[in-house]
């Protein structure tokens, strides 16, 4: 029995994807400098609300790239003010989870034809046998934070999300 492919037909995106796509050069290149000026990173660790984070279809996914490949490639105008230090290393907030960064720096301040998100994981305190497996191998866990309790604060890969670029700078902190 053979499959037929179903017609390509556009998909409703997210309105926030869709809010990436309606960006003018000048209000992308405002979040990019806004990301370099912030030090952000990966391992970079905040909680926004579930509404903040999406999880697109991938039907979603290809035709926001699509859509992106005609946009201009922006290039920032300001130096970078963390290329000869780094940013402080800040205490976990609290014990409740939250989300890390995935994006490397160096993708975060990209243009958003080629980086228009944020790939978050779900990020947790972990102890015992989960703690070693996030620190020496485990392909699901990996640790990227130590507490003073002796805990260690681990990225979850199996849950991931993205937070579009033009949405993040007010609320990482």
Do not use: Y
């Not at 402080?88 to 014990?95: A, L």
């Amino acid at each position: 029995m053979s499959q037929t492919a179903e017609p390509e037909q556009d998909v409703q995106l997210d309105p926030r994807l869709a809010a990436v796509l309606a960006c003018t050069e000048e209000q992308e290149l405002e979040v990019l400098h806004e990301i370099l000026r912030s030090g952000i990173d990966q391992g970079w660790f905040l909680r926004p609300s579930l509404d903040e984070l999406l999880w697109p279809e991938p039907r979603q996914v290809e035709q926001f790239f699509d859509l992106l490949s005609g946009r201009p490639n922006v290039r920032l105008t300001e130096g970078d003010p963390w290329a000869l230090t780094s940013p402080s290393v800040e205490p976990m907030p609290g014990e409740e989870p939250g989300w890390v960064v995935l994006t490397q720096r160096c993708d975060l301040v990209r243009p958003f034809r080629a980086e228009p998100v944020v790939e978050v994981a779900r990020a947790r305190r972990v102890e015992g046998t989960d703690a070693t497996a996030a620190k020496t191998n485990s392909p699901r866990l990996v640790a990227f934070r130590e507490d003073d309790e002796g805990t260690t604060w681990a990225a979850d890969l199996r849950q991931r999300a993205w937070i579009p670029s033009s949405d993040c700078c007010p609320n990482w902190t």
